[in-house]
């Protein structure tokens, strides 16, 4: 499948471009291969390459596609290592740590999350840490899996190499976007929550730095601490910083979710800013829990979460809006969609990608 049409405008983007329909499975296929070219064997290829369609599909363009441009230059550098193997720095059981030099970060991730599946069968409760992971991208793509089981889950993760967010009463950045995410079973579709403690991602700014377009409010500081809605204030020098949640009134309140994501994903996985600073690897805390060593058990767990949204969905909706929406609601229906119809793509990226096949020998084709 492969059909091109001019549209204006893709998730905040304001300049015209020519866009591409392409069949899921034929972007799997592609993506593992040029990820196999780049040097990663086929097993972890073909996860990365899971995970950066599943991002898309899910409308995590920065995330998608987009972010196997930044991939490949990493495998090309050695900042994502394409040998080596998971090394077990403790295991009790019900929670366990890894580390992992580096290695392709999706990968290892399908590895973490399958192992705390497992030992979900013996554990109520599964804990478990991952350090100097490269970028695992977006945490809602791995969020499915383990709702499929009926469980309960929390994610977070963050980078100890990029700092971009500075404390309350601060100008200099200590922390970063700092994501954290969490799966909620119903007896229908689950609540995917996937959010960042910054009011936007670093990926976003750059995005709409790129466009020549303003922020839509005040979601970052200039190098002085002041709010502004210029993204190019965090290319500056010194750089800007990331509004936190809550903005200019409340950020206090996101920077301490913030702290909440570095204590959980660097300090306890033993991968915290103490460490020399190397921006492309990353900590990672999971956390699984079974419902049914709860409470009710699990049928009550999922009959209070399923009232939980029918609730929400009998909210009067607002005089302006487009009705009741919760978290990862919008991201499954595109999902669905673009899983029927294609998924689409700039032809400029995918000419990005053409071009990374001819460097590195290829035979792929994006571009139709």
């Known amino acids: 499948m492969g059909q091109a049409h001019s549209r204006s405008g893709d998730q905040g983007a304001m300049n015209n471009f020519l866009e591409v329909r392409l069949d899921a499975a034929e972007v799997l296929a592609k993506a593992e291969a040029l990820l196999c070219g780049a040097g990663l064997e086929k097993e972890r290829a073909a996860a990365v390459a899971r995970r950066l369609v599943e991002a898309d599909l899910l409308g995590h363009r920065t995330h998608g596609l987009q972010q196997l441009v930044v991939y490949l230059e990493r495998l090309g550098d050695g900042r994502i290592a394409t040998s080596g193997e998971i090394e077990v720095l403790s295991d009790s059981g019900a929670s366990f740590s890894w580390t992992c030099g580096r290695l392709p970060g999706a990968w290892a991730m399908e590895r973490l999350i399958s192992r705390a599946l497992e030992r979900s069968a013996q554990h109520p409760v599964v804990t478990a840490t991952l350090s100097n992971c490269s970028h695992i991208g977006a945490l809602q793509a791995y969020l499915e899996d383990i709702a499929d089981h009926k469980l309960l889950a929390l994610l977070m993760v963050t980078d100890p190499g990029v700092a971009s967010m500075a404390p309350p009463g601060g100008i200099d950045a200590v922390t970063t976007s700092n994501p954290i995410a969490a ?27 790129a466009q020549g377009t303003l922020l839509p409010g005040n979601w970052v500081r200039d190098n002085q601490g002041r709010a502004s809605n210029d993204p190019h204030v965090m290319s500056a020098n010194p750089p800007g910083t990331l509004m936190p949640l809550g903005g ?121």
């Open 183 to 209: 799966c909620i079973p119903t007896h229908g579709d689950p609540i995917l929550i996937d959010q960042t403690t910054t009011l936007v991602s670093n990926g976003a700014i750059a995005q709409h730095a």
């Open 248 to 368: 200019e009134d409340f950020g206090y309140k996101g920077f301490a979710f913030s702290l909440f994501v570095e204590a959980f994903a660097l300090a306890l996985s033993g991968f915290g800013r103490d460490q020399p600073r190397v921006r492309g690897a990353q900590g990672v805390f999971l956390q699984v829990i079974d419902p049914a060593h709860f409470g009710l058990g699990k049928a009550g767990f999922l009959a209070a979460t399923t009232a939980l949204v029918d609730q929400c969905k009998s909210a009067r909706p607002a005089t302006e809006g487009n009705g009741v929406r919760l978290p990862g609601e919008r991201a499954l229906k595109g999902k669905k969609a673009q899983l029927a119809d294609g998924i689409v793509y700039s032809q400029d990226l995918l000419k990005v990608l053409d071009a990374w096949a001819a460097r590195l020998g290829i035979d792929v084709r994006l571009v139709p």
